[in-house]
């Protein structure tokens, strides 16, 4: 087996490896099915709705009771639910001629969902003329398995009278928690603009950090910890001291999704939009993507997304400790490394994602075509919709899609720093040692640990390899990829040499 790392990237990281941290996204039900558009439509007294478009109450979450019917776009199979809580959702989008909804199954009537969930959104994208950039890096995050929304796109019907095609984001609760994690008993907040995680920041401010769930308990002593670790662990320390509390590994993987489709709303450059999740299972913080609509060369900053360094994506100027102090470590700088090159070698490139986005605009432009709404706010028209996936349009669209992914993909590459794609991993105090010396993977043991047993797992938590460690090399055959490799007798701690 060939394994050159300039090609096919092989990352083995080394700890006593417990699965239950592992996240689980479950597959796409009919509601998130993206190869078929739903109907929904929406039926709501009139005079409630024309409350809910008032302008002294945009902002006001106050659910109003609708009836709610779903149509299978597949094989035109209606739901009916009753009762449902039906309100205005987003920011700015509030504002906006084509605005995005909220529904509560459960609202009014204990127990009502439908296919599994009491809660959906309804986005207009109305920044988007593709109206694709939101699902695609969902999509992405889904691939390289961090725990985010599944979406769907749908066509909206109030009271009759069609408003559009809207995507279909699943909303972050109890029960996506667990789906992804197996528990629900952690404390989730949304994080809002501000949320830097520097150590000016008040884990009990509401506006920073809303708690989602143990409202009445209140207690926020393990955000206090993480910022604390963040801002004041010393150097000596911090390395272990954050990874008692933080999932480093999924952060990592969603920091090389950020760069990567330019998600500048996001923590690294606008601390803005994310989740953090404390799970139960494992101890430590979940790093969780929220609202990636401005992403694929969107851009209301003034910045070249496509072009920008993926080490230093975050503002210039300003910290943001979760980024710049995780990435000061080689080890955290090297996990980072291997993620991108991972994205953009498997997922992110025309090979892999075209097909997918002429399968998508395909189904959608025929619902974009008859959407009123869709030219109100920044005036788009059909054409532009056409012309969106190859070209700018100019104003906040700098990149048609794919040429945003094509130049991304190739500034990424050049990038990237090829001497942490060959870099020897070693387990402090040089228990183990691994040798990929581009051809083969070798592993070997200190005499100290020979015969011990140890196991390969694959990022999906699968067992692709098992053996006993000898303290002399021994090849083991793996296909290109991330492994986690566990050794439950002995605990150790990693550092990384590079050559």
């Known amino acids: 087996m060939k394994n050159y790392l300039f090609l096919t990237t092989l990352l083995i990281y080394f700890q006593a490896f417990n699965l239950i941290g592992q996240v689980n996204n479950p597959a796409d039900n009919n509601l998130f099915d993206s190869k078929t558009a739903h109907r929904i439509e929406v039926t709501i007294n009139v005079d409630t709705l024309d409350w809910l478009f008032e302008p002294q109450n945009l902002y006001k979450d106050e659910y109003k009771r609708a009836n709610f019917t779903f149509t299978d776009g597949n094989s035109g199979a209606q739901t009916i639910i009753n009762d449902v809580g039906f309100r205005l959702r987003g920011n700015t989008s509030r504002q906006a001629d084509k605005k995005s909804f909220k529904i509560q199954f459960d609202e009014f009537v204990a127990g009502q969902e439908l296919d599994g969930v009491d809660e959906i959104n309804l986005k207009g994208s109305h920044n988007d003329p593709t109206l694709l950039r ?3 890096s969902y999509h992405l995050m ?37 789906s992804r994690f197996g528990n629900k008993d952690g404390n989730l907040y949304k994080c809002y603009y501000g949320a830097d995680l520097e150590s000016g920041n008040n884990a009990y401010d509401d506006g920073l950090f809303e708690l989602k769930t143990n409202k009445i308990e209140n207690i926020r002593t393990n955000l206090e910890q993480l910022i604390d670790v963040l801002n004041f662990s010393p150097l000596g320390t911090f390395r272990e001291d954050i990874m008692a509390i933080l999932n480093v590994n999924g952060l990592m993987r969603y920091l090389a999704v950020e760069a ?38 969107i851009d209301w900053v003034g910045r070249d997304w496509a072009n920008r360094n993926i080490y230093s994506f975050f503002r210039t100027g300003e910290d943001r400790p979760l980024v710049t102090r995780l990435l000061n470590i080689r080890e955290f700088h090297i996990m980072y490394t291997e993620y991108v090159n991972q994205l953009v070698n498997s997922y992110f490139n025309d090979v892999y994602l075209f097909p997918k986005i ?79 010396n581009g051809d083969d993977i070798f592993v070997f043991g200190h005499q100290k640990i020979a015969n011990k047993e140890f196991s390969v797992f694959n990022t999906a938590g699968q067992l692709v390899y098992e053996g006993q460690l000898k303290t002399y090399p021994q090849r083991i055959n793996l296909q290109s990829g991330v492994y986690l490799i566990s050794i439950p007798e002995i605990q150790v701690a990693n550092k990384l040499l590079i050559p």
């Open 260 to 297: 990567i489709v330019g998600h500048w709303d996001g923590y690294s450059y606008n601390k803005n939009n994310y989740y953090l999740y404390f799970n139960t299972a494992s101890q430590k913080f979940e790093f969780i993507p929220y609202d990636p609509d401005n992403t694929f060369g």
């Open 134 to 136: 939101e699902a695609l």
């Open 358 to 436: 002429d399968s998508l605009k395909s189904l959608i432009r025929p619902y974009v075509a008859s959407d009123t709404y869709y030219p109100l706010d920044y005036g788009f028209t059909l054409a532009d919709f056409d012309n969106s996936f190859t070209q700018a349009l100019g104003g906040h669209v700098d990149y048609g899609l794919k040429p945003y992914i094509s130049t991304r993909n190739s500034s990424a590459t050049n990038q990237i720093d090829q001497v942490a794609l060959f870099s020897e991993v070693y387990t402090k105090p040089d228990y183990l040692k691994i040798i990929n």
């Open 142 to 178: 889904d691939e390289m398995q961090i725990p985010a929304a599944r979406t769907a796109h749908v066509e909206l019907y109030i009271n009759g009278a069609y408003r559009g095609l809207y995507v279909n984001v699943e909303h972050y609760d109890k029960r996506f928690l667990e």
